[in-house]
Structure formats: structure tokens, C-alpha cells
């Protein structure tokens, strides 16, 4: 039984050593030198005595950070992702939760870590990738290696991975081995993952999207092509992209797939090898889909869902059958080995035969990760016991998600619960953006909204900051894909006669002036 | 040309838009509110922004972006 991820390495490093695991464009790892080369730093990070501890990641996405992250792994430890894109207070917000044994840098983040404040980093090492990943391997350092790994078992984290938290503090998300193995032995069997399987990837490496190329390629011999993040601006660019690279399967946020298809890109130019396109994350018009099933004729188009809580994705819908523009493209039924448990308002799941009622989506299976890292209680409040179950422990994970099955038996995601958002693919809390924004003293009452046709996020305020200011100040504490997409600054903010902010009422001021 | 200045700076009230010349590529707007941006100028003119003429060359300055304008509404 497969108990640890870098089995699924070991393997393919023998059977394909020369073949390319992923490449950027310009650098590129075959899977004997991914192999390596996470060796070489897990050996320096086994020396230095370090087991079962967070090991962050602060580097370009490339081949050499992925490498980076197996070396964690391959030493006993786990990893987190940091990135550019994250402002020097979430990264600082991140690591006093974290408080990482070690952060490995390369020459484009070195700088940003000496940054941070001292007395979050002065228990963490900071190394650079170029010098750790020489060091020397031996049959002695492979054994260090070896003991680690057996040392290990399959719920032992393998990564932690942030998410926006309604408090202000980003919430970890940990999740251990089998979670991941449950997942991609599944997913690549939805795919149809192989060796001549070329990803085209666009999930940062901070997300768990990623795993998707990430470990389907370690165990497969697929090959990942990590696509520039400017490409995606671009959409022809991006379409030579994929053609130039031979890339025949995607798994991409809907907003992307959308921007290819809102600019009447296929008349300009088509992939010309493309056969698998996943999307998800986020709702994708049915207007969309069908630009991309009529460019693709002969493609597989497959959504998938699935909170970052339960391991990547947890449920899928294979698109077989015409939907029209007012449709909602079903999330499907559960991944195997995944139970999905629609449970309604008064506690009792609702049956998949029974269609057009609303429930919380509820997971449960292998699929289930650890909780969130150093916080016992909001794990608590998410990771409950199986209503159905009451002679041993099963828990299961609230979404916060509401579904309804349709006349198929599929499921249907129709909205949150609360004021969670996907914008571009990315998960926010509303509410992170409004406790965040409130820190400034020049703020007195502050509402953000979600305009869900365009695809805004709102920031509505009263304070003595000039909209200028106040972006300015948001941008030095949250990542650019939460920013405002609009901000208005208020004389006065409606209010409910309870004396809470009126959502309603701001919405539909917004509505009528928003030409 | 006004009217383009007032779009960008409600969507980026704290970008210099008029000295900026190089928007795209030193990442001032970036993929996360390039599409928000596009999708507004395509409102305020009425115009359909052809996939072909999404370059960063005609995006990197307001007045690349104003010549484009002007060459769709023709």
C-alpha cells in the first residue's frame, strides 16, 4: 500500500529518468533531476535534525520550487508555498502562524525575507536554494533519507496551504499524504493521465490546485508545463503557448477559459492539441463553455468542485449533453471513495432522487484534511460528527457551500452561506477585506460586495481616506487578487434599523449607478 | 481621451496613469484586473475588443490605449 508521495517519484524517476517532469519554458527538470535534487536539499534539512516540521518555500515559480517542495518531503517534513504576489504583512501573518523550521529562498525573495519583522523569523533558518541544492549525496545521506520516510505514515502532513480567513488572518489548511494520494489516484483516473499527458498549468504553487499537475505527473510521467502568469492576459498569446508546447490537457480557473472565449480568440486561432479541459473553482457560463465545445468538438469538458479542506477536488461532471445559457453546469457526484451528504435545513440529508432542494454540501472520506494549522477551534466549527453517525467518530467537513440536486440526480452548486466569494478562481472572505481595511485609523464603517455578473469586488467606506489612499493601504496587506475592483467612498453608510450595515440597500445604490 | 482617463483611475484610483508608460509590463495592471479593465473600456466606448489586438504593446501606455480605441470605433 502506498503510504508516502515520494513513492510515486521514486518510481517514475526509474521508469522515465529523461523525460521532462516540468519546465517553465526556459528551465526545465527531468524526473530523474527532480529527484535529485530534492534528494540533495533533503539530506542538508535531514542533517540539520529537522523532522516533521513546516518547511516554507519562498521562490519564482519554476521547476527548482517544486523541487523544493519534494526536498521537505523527501526529509519528513511539509511544506508551504509563499509568494511575491503576497504582501510583506500576509507573508509575516503567515509565518507567525506557521513559525517554519527553515525558509528556502532563491535570489528573487532573499531580500523580501530579511524584511520581515525579526521576531517572527528568529527561530527560522534561511536558506538559498542555489547553495543548498549542491549538497553532496552519499549512500550515508540517502540512508538519513530512507529512515525518514519510514519513519513516516500516510497522515502525517505533507503541506499546509493559507486560504483567506473572515477574522483578517489567513486560515492553514494542512493535509496529510493519504488525503493526496486518495485524491490523485482518482483524478488521474478521471483524466486519463499518462505519460503523453502534456498540463498546461495555471494554478500558482501556493494553492492546491497545483496538485493536480504537480502529483499527477510524479505518479504518471505526465509532463507540466508551467505557464507565465502574463500569458493569461493575452489570448492569443496564450493559444500559441499551448500549441508551441504541444499541451493537450488543461484544469484551469472558469475565468480563464472565460477570457478565451469572451474575446472571440478561436477565430483568430485554435489548440491545436488539446483533448482534456477541466475547469472549476468558480462558476463558468454556459455562453462560455459552449464557444469552447464548439472550438473542440472532439475534447473532454469536465467541472470539477471541491474546497481546499477536502484535498483538492471532491466531486466532477463530465459534460455530455447540451445546456442552455440560463443552465447551471452541474458539480456532479463525489470523486470514489468520497461521500457527498446534502444535508438541509433540518439536519436530514436529502437524497439525490430528490431534486430542487437546498442543502449544505457536506464531505466526507480519506479526502479529509488534517484542519487548520494551530487552530483547534475553527477546525472544530468545520470538522463535525456525521449527523447520521452515532456510535463512533466520522466526521465530516460543512462547506458552507449550498447545493440541490437536479432532475439527473447531480448535484448543483447554487451559492454560499455566507460572504465567501471565488473571484478569478481565488477563494476570498468579504470579511477579510473589511476587517483588514477597518485596521486603518482613518476608516470608520466599511461594507465590501461582490458584483457576481461582472465579477467585482466592491469596497464601499466612510473614513477620511480618498479612494487613492485607501487602495493604496489595502494594497500593502492583502494579495493583488483581493484588492478592490471598485471603491467608493460614502458620506454616509446605510443602515439596517437594527443599526447593522445594509447590504441590500448598498446593492442596489450600486445597481442603479453603475452604468 | 478623458473619458478612458476616468475609467482607468475608478478601477485604479491610486495608479498616475497620464506618467506611467510601461502599465503591463512592470505589472501595474496585472491579470487579475486586466479583464475588469478591458471589459469597461469595451462598455463605456461600445466597442468589441478583437483577441488579436490584445498585445501588451497596445496597453502599456493610455495613449496605445486611446489610438486602439479610436482605431475600433472607426
Not at chain 1, 343 to 356: A, H, L, R
Not at chain 1, 445 to 457: A, E, S
Amino acid at each position: 500500500m502506498l503510504t508516502n508521495i515520494t513513492k510515486y517519484l521514486d518510481a517514475t524517476a526509474k521508469k522515465y529518468p529523461d523525460k521532462i517532469a516540468f519546465t517553465d519554458g526556459v528551465n526545465k527538470l527531468t524526473f530523474a533531476e527532480l529527484r535529485n535534487i530534492s534528494h540533495r536539499i533533503a539530506v542538508k534539512i535531514c542533517e540539520s535534525g529537522f523532522f516533521m516540521k513546516p518547511i516554507a518555500i519562498f521562490m519564482e515559480k519554476s521547476p527548482n520550487a517544486i523541487a523544493a517542495n519534494f526536498s521537505a518531503v523527501y526529509s519528513g517534513n511539509y511544506y508551504i508555498t509563499l509568494d511575491r504576489e503576497m504582501p510583506l504583512v500576509r507573508i509575516e501573518q503567515i509565518l507567525q502562524t506557521l513559525k517554519p523550521a527553515i525558509i528556502i529562498c532563491d535570489d528573487s525573495t532573499v531580500s523580501v525575507v530579511e524584511q520581515v519583522s525579526t521576531d517572527t523569523n528568529s527561530m527560522t533558518e534561511i536558506w538559498l536554494y542555489d547553495e543548498v541544492s549542491q549538497t553532496e549525496l552519499t549512500s550515508e545521506s540517502e540512508k538519513a533519507i530512507e529512515a525518514a520516510i519510514n519513519h513516516s505514515i500516510d497522515l502525517d502532513p505533507l503541506y499546509v496551504v493559507f486560504t483567506s480567513g473572515s477574522s483578517g488572518i489567513p486560515k492553514g489548511v494542512t493535509a496529510c499524504h493519504r488525503s493526496v494520494i486518495d485524491y490523485i489516484e482518482n483524478l488521474s483516473e478521471l483524466l486519463k493521465v499518462d505519460s503523453t499527458t502534456v498540463f498546461g498549468n495555471q494554478a500558482p504553487l501556493y494553492v492546491d490546485a497545483c496538485l493536480k499537475e504537480v502529483y499527477t505527473g510524479i505518479k504518471t510521467g505526465s509532463t507540466a508545463v508551467l505557464i507565465p502568469k502574463e500569458k493569461f492576459m493575452f489570448p492569443v498569446k496564450l493559444i500559441e503557448f499551448l500549441n508551441e508546447h504541444k499541451i493537450n490537457t488543461i484544469c484551469w480557473v472558469s475565468s480563464a477559459l472565460s477570457m478565451v472565449a469572451g474575446f472571440k480568440t478561436f477565430e483568430c486561432i485554435k489548440p491545436k492539441h488539446l483533448h482534456t479541459v477541466a475547469f472549476g473553482s468558480e462558476l463558468f457560463p454556459v455562453k462560455n463553455l459552449n464557444i469552447w465545445r464548439d472550438a473542440l468538438p472532439n475534447a473532454r469538458f469536465i467541472n470539477l468542485y471541491g474546497p481546499t479542506e477536502a484535498t483538492g477536488m471532491s466531486s466532477f461532471y463530465e459534460v455530455n449533453r447540451k445546456f442552455a445559457e440560463d443552465e447551471r453546469i452541474p458539480i456532479g457526484k463525489a470523486f470514489k471513495n468520497t461521500e457527498i451528504l446534502l444535508i438541509g435545513k433540518d439536519g436530514t440529508v436529502i437524497e439525490s432522487n430528490v431534486s430542487e432542494v437546498a442543502g449544505e454540501i457536506c464531505i466526507r472520506g480519506s479526502c479529509l484534511s488534517l484542519g487548520y494549522y494551530n487552530d483547534f477551534e475553527k477546525t472544530t466549527d468545520s470538522f463535525v460528527q456525521n449527523p447520521q453517525i452515532s456510535v463512533y467518530p466520522d466526521l465530516i467537513y460543512k462547506t458552507g457551500d449550498l447545493g440541490e440536486y437536479n432532475s439527473y440526480g447531480e448535484l448543483v452548486y447554487i451559492a454560499r452561506k455566507d460572504y465567501q466569494i471565488k473571484h478569478m478562481g481565488y477563494r476570498i472572505e468579504l470579511t477579510e477585506i473589511e476587517a483588514t481595511f477597518a485596521q486603518s485609523d482613518e476608516i470608520t464603517l466599511v461594507c465590501c460586495l461582490y458584483d457576481n455578473i461582472k465579477g467585482k469586488i466592491l469596497l464601499y467606506y466612510v473614513g477620511e481616506f480618498t479612494p487613492a489612499d485607501a487602495v493604496k493601504a489595502l494594497k500593502q496587506k492583502l494579495p493583488r487578487y483581493m484588492l478592490p475592483n471598485k471603491t467608493f467612498r460614502l458620506e454616509q453608510m446605510p443602515l439596517t434599523p437594527n443599526g447593522k450595515i445594509d447590504r441590500t440597500k448598498l446593492m442596489e445604490i450600486y445597481n442603479h449607478g453603475d452604468s | 481621451m478623458e473619458k478612458l482617463l476616468k475609467i482607468l483611475t475608478d478601477l485604479h484610483p491610486d495608479v498616475d496613469f497620464v506618467n506611467e508608460k510601461a502599465l503591463i509590463d512592470d505589472n501595474i495592471i496585472d491579470s487579475f484586473d486586466f479583464m475588469t479593465t478591458i471589459g469597461e473600456i469595451c462598455n463605456e466606448f461600445d466597442i468589441e475588443m478583437p483577441a488579436d489586438k490584445l498585445v501588451p504593446e497596445n496597453f502599456n501606455t493610455v495613449e496605445a490605449m486611446y489610438a486602439l480605441i479610436q482605431s475600433l470605433e472607426d
